[in-house]
């Protein structure tokens, strides 16, 4: 069983930046995959980043490649997205994910565990 908490969401301007991490509870964190996620008010849940249970790979949603970057310290049972140049359709609750088959799949129904999100709002 894991759990996963995201914190460091919030409201902030258009071009500003945030880095959410995701704190995972498990001794065997470092095997999982990890995956971030996301879903605006009357949308559905989308892909964001994902990232390897070694770090070797990540994958990135083509709107948000080259300003966001997922990371992970397994020292610390943490997975980070830092998110540079945010937008107003950045808007979302953004929920972090652990795969244990740890492909980092692009596919919410690859996941097992979920955490409960964090609002990030961001204005233009």
């Known amino acids: 069983q894991v759990q996963l908490v995201e914190s460091g969401g919030g409201l902030v301007q258009a071009g500003d930046s945030l880095r959410l991490p995701c704190a995972a509870s498990?001794?065997?964190?470092?095997?999982?995959?990890m995956g971030w996620f996301r879903q605006a008010p009357g949308k559905e849940r989308e892909f964001v980043a994902a990232?390897?249970?070694?770090?070797?790979?990540?994958g990135y949603a083509g709107s948000v490649k080259g300003r966001f970057t997922i990371s992970r310290d397994n020292a610390k049972n943490t997975v980070y997205l830092q998110m540079n140049s945010l937008k107003p359709e950045d808007t979302a609750v953004y929920y972090c994910?652990?795969?244990?088959?740890?492909?980092?799949?692009?596919?919410?129904?690859?996941?097992?565990?979920w955490g409960q999100g964090t609002q990030v709002t961001v204005s233009s």
């Open positions: 994910a652990a795969d244990r088959d740890g492909g980092g799949s692009s596919r919410s129904t690859a996941y097992d565990y």
């Open positions: 990232i390897r249970w070694s770090g070797s790979f990540t």
């Open positions: 498990g001794r065997t964190f470092s095997r999982y995959a």
